[in-house]
C-alpha cells in the first residue's frame, strides 16, 4: 500500500507555520494598538489533523490533490456530513447522497437522477469513486476539479436548487456545522469556498481498490476463474481480425487499474445528438457526442448505464459494441472503428461470441468492491 | 506599525530567503525542451481540423503523445553528458508536457543533443513503473507489459471504414523493442552557465510519421495501412518519424 500521508503532513506543516505567524503578527499589532494592559494572549485555534490518504499499490502515484485544499481529518468529516446534508438543498428534501447512495457506489440505481420536486436530469447519476484522478468531472467535463464541480449539484435546479449563500444560512443555523467549519479552517470560516472545500475532501477519500481484480493485479492469480481471466484477456486487448487475437476491444478506453485515460469520446449510440456532451462546454463541432469515459469500477453496481442510462444490464452494454455501433456517427472513435474480430478486417463490427460476450461480463463483475460499498469512513454519519 | 510587527511580517520572506540560499551555488544548471507540434505547416489541433498528406489522402487527428528518453548533452571531444532516469511524457494535447526540463546538468558548453522516441529495451521489459512510465499514461500494454513509444489516432475518409461511416480510424501505436530511434542534433551552442539554462525550440511534425521525403518508398497509404500496433507495420513508421519528426528551430540561451 502507498501511503500519501508523508506528503499530506509536509504540505499541512507548511500551512500551519504559515497560520502561527499570522497569528504572531495579529497578537503583536493588537498589543500595539491596546489601552497598554497586559494582554491574554489567546490560544491559537488547533489546527486540523493531516488525513492519511491510503492508495492501493497498483494505482497510478499521482492524484491530484490541490495545494490550497489538502485534506485533513477534520475537513473529510465535514464534508461526510455535508455529504448527507439535506438542508443544502431548497425544500430540504434531499442531499448529495440521495443521488449517490453507497450501496450503489455512490450511484441511484436510475436511468436519469431525480432532483427536487422531482425534476429529471436529462443525466444519469456517476459513480464516485477514485475520482482523484480525473482532471475532469461530470458527463461532459465542464467541471474542473471537485471543488467547482460540488458547486453544480448543489445550485443547479434541477438537482438541490439553493444558492451556496442560502446554504451558509442554514448551516450557520446549526451551532454543530459551526463547530465543525471551526475546527476543519479555523474560526469564522463557515463560508461557500470552505463548504465547497470539505465537499471535496470527502469525495477525495473515497478511493475503491480492494475488487477481487485488485487482488489480482497485486499478485493474487487464485481470486480469479478461468472464464474471468479470460473476460481481462478480451477486455484488454483491441482486436484486428489479425493474429494478434481476440478481443473485446475495451481497454484503449478503459485503460489501466483505474479502467479510465479521463479523455471523452463518442462510443456510437447515436446517429444525431440530443446531448451534445462534450460540445456543450466546449462548442466544438468535433467534440459532439463525446461523453467521459467513465471508470468500470463496481459497474454491476452502478446500471443503469450510459451518460443518459439507455442500457439497464451489462448484457445491454455488449450488445451496443458487439452489435449495435452507430458507424455514421460524427466523431466516432477511432479505437470503435477499427476494433473488429472479423477475419475480413477493419470495416466490420466487434463480431464477439456470446461465450466471449459472457466472459467479459464475467470480468466486470470482478470489479465490485464489497468493501468500499460497506466502509463505514463513507456512511451517513450518525453524531 | 511598531518594530515587532514589522520583523513578524518579514519573517516568512526571510525563511524563504533561506531556502534560496541553499540552491544558489550549484555546479549545475538546467537544459530544457520546448515541443511546438505542427502537421505540416499547420499547429495540430483536435478540433477536427483535415490535414493533406503529399499523396493528397486527408485524415484529422484526434490524439499524438509519445514517450522521449535518454537525453545526451553533446561535448566536442565527442563524449556526452547522459541525465540520469530521463524519462518524459509528451502530450499534444496538454501544453504542460510540451515543456521538458533536463535538471542538475553540470555547467560546461555542449554542443549537441540526442535523445530516444521510446523506452530503452532495459525499462521497456522492466514491467509497470511509475512517473512518465505509469502505466496509466495511456501508454502500455497490459498484454505484453511493454510501452507503446508514440501514439496517433484519428480518422481519415481513404482508411478502410465499415460503410456507414464516412471516414475510417488510423490507430498508429508504435513500439517493441528494436525500434527504439535515437534522435540527434549536433553543431548547436548549448552553453550552460550559472546564468544560463538554454531552452532547444523543436518543432514536432506529426506529417513525418507518413510522409518520408528521404524513403519514400516508406510513405503510408492509409487504404492499405491505417492500423498499427507494434509487430510488423511499426518499423516503417519508426523510420519515418526518425527521420522527420523533429526539427530544430532555434536554441534560446536564456
Known amino acids: 500500500m502507498r501511503n500519501f500521508s508523508s506528503q499530506v503532513l509536509r504540505r499541512t506543516r507548511g500551512w500551519v507555520a504559515g497560520g502561527l505567524v499570522g497569528v504572531i503578527a495579529v497578537a503583536a499589532c493588537s498589543r500595539d ?351 | 506599525m511598531n518594530r515587532f510587527c514589522l520583523w513578524a511580517l518579514l519573517l516568512p520572506l526571510a525563511i524563504s530567503g533561506c531556502k534560496k540560499d541553499e540552491a544558489a551555488g550549484a555546479d549545475t544548471g538546467s537544459v530544457s525542451l520546448e515541443m511546438t507540434t505542427v502537421v505540416g505547416t499547420a499547429p495540430l489541433a483536435f478540433d477536427g481540423t483535415s490535414y493533406t498528406k503529399s499523396d493528397g489522402q486527408t485524415f484529422r487527428v484526434t490524439k499524438f503523445k509519445y514517450l522521449l528518453s535518454n537525453v545526451q548533452l553533446l561535448r566536442a571531444d565527442g563524449t556526452a553528458y547522459t541525465a540520469p532516469d530521463s524519462y518524459y511524457l509528451v502530450d499534444a494535447a496538454q501544453t504542460a508536457t510540451q515543456h521538458l526540463v533536463v535538471p542538475n546538468v553540470p555547467l560546461a558548453e555542449y554542443t549537441g543533443l540526442r535523445f530516444v522516441v521510446g523506452v530503452d529495451a532495459a525499462r521497456n521489459t522492466a514491467g509497470a513503473q511509475t512517473g512518465a512510465l505509469d502505466p496509466n499514461n495511456d501508454l502500455y500494454w497490459d498484454w505484453t507489459a511493454g510501452y507503446v513509444f508514440l501514439k496517433m489516432e484519428g480518422t481519415s475518409p481513404q482508411a478502410p471504414h465499415p460503410a456507414a461511416a464516412a471516414e475510417g480510424g488510423l490507430r498508429f501505436h508504435i513500439g517493441d523493442n528494436g525500434i527504439q530511434r535515437t534522435i540527434t542534433f549536433a553543431g548547436i551552442p548549448l552553453a550552460v552557465t550559472a546564468t544560463q539554462s538554454p531552452a532547444v525550440h523543436l518543432r514536432v511534425n506529426v506529417l513525418a510519421l507518413f510522409d518520408n521525403a528521404g524513403a519514400p518508398s516508406k510513405n503510408i497509404d492509409f487504404s492499405k495501412t491505417s492500423e498499427v500496433m507494434g509487430g510488423a507495420g511499426a518499423p516503417a513508421v519508426a523510420d519515418n518519424y526518425a527521420a522527420g519528426l523533429f526539427t530544430m528551430e532555434r536554441v534560446a540561451a536564456n
Open chain 1, 33 to 383: 494598538g491596546g489601552s497598554g494592559d497586559v494582554p491574554t494572549p489567546t490560544p491559537p485555534p488547533a489546527a486540523p489533523t493531516p488525513y492519511a490518504l491510503v492508495l492501493p499499490s497498483n494505482f497510478p502515484g499521482s492524484p491530484l490533490l490541490p495545494a490550497d485544499n489538502p485534506l485533513t481529518v477534520e475537513g473529510v468529516d465535514l464534508g461526510r456530513h455535508l455529504f448527507y446534508e439535506k438542508t443544502l438543498s431548497v425544500d430540504n428534501s434531499i442531499s448529495c447522497a440521495s443521488c449517490h447512495r453507497q450501496s450503489l457506489a455512490f450511484t441511484d440505481g436510475l436511468a436519469h437522477a431525480v432532483g427536487v420536486n422531482g425534476a429529471r436530469h436529462p443525466r444519469s447519476a456517476m459513480s464516485l469513486s477514485n475520482l482523484l484522478w480525473d482532471p475532469l468531472l461530470t458527463w461532459d467535463g465542464t467541471s474542473a476539479g471537485l471543488e467547482v464541480q460540488a458547486r453544480t449539484p448543489l445550485t443547479n435546479a434541477i438537482e438541490m436548487h439553493q444558492t451556496l449563500a442560502a446554504s451558509v444560512v442554514k448551516l450557520q443555523a446549526q451551532p454543530a456545522y459551526v463547530a465543525r467549519f471551526a475546527k476543519a479552517f479555523g474560526a469564522g470560516a463557515l463560508t461557500e469556498d470552505n463548504m465547497l472545500k470539505a465537499l471535496a475532501q470527502f469525495v477525495r477519500t473515497l478511493v475503491s481498490g480492494n475488487s477481487r481484480y485488485d487482488r489480482y493485479r497485486r499478485g493474487d492469480r487464485s481470486v480469479l476463474s478461468a472464464d474471468e481471466v479470460r473476460g481481462l484477456q478480451l477486455f484488454i486487448t483491441h482486436p484486428t481480425g489479425t493474429a494478434i487475437g481476440r478481443g473485446g476491444n475495451c481497454a484503449d478506453c478503459h485503460a489501466g487499474d483505474l479502467q479510465t485515460n479521463h479523455l471523452f469520446v463518442n462510443n456510437g449510440l447515436d446517429l444525431t445528438f440530443t446531448d451534445l456532451g462534450r460540445a456543450v462546454p466546449t462548442g466544438l463541432p468535433s467534440d459532439q457526442g463525446k461523453f467521459r469515459i467513465p471508470s468500470l469500477r463496481n459497474i454491476a453496481l452502478t446500471g443503469p448505464y450510459m451518460h443518459d442510462g439507455r442500457f439497464a444490464t451489462l448484457e445491454d452494454v455488449l450488445a451496443h459494441y458487439n452489435e449495435h455501433i452507430q458507424y455514421g456517427s460524427l466523431n466516432l472513435d477511432p479505437n470503435i472503428l477499427n476494433g473488429t474480430n472479423s477475419p475480413l478486417g477493419i470495416g466490420q463490427p466487434l463480431g464477439l461470441t456470446d461465450t466471449e460476450k459472457k466472459q467479459i461480463v464475467l470480468f466486470l463483475r470482478t470489479l465490485t468492491d464489497s468493501t468500499f460499498i460497506q466502509d463505514p469512513r463513507f456512511s451517513q454519519p450518525t453524531d
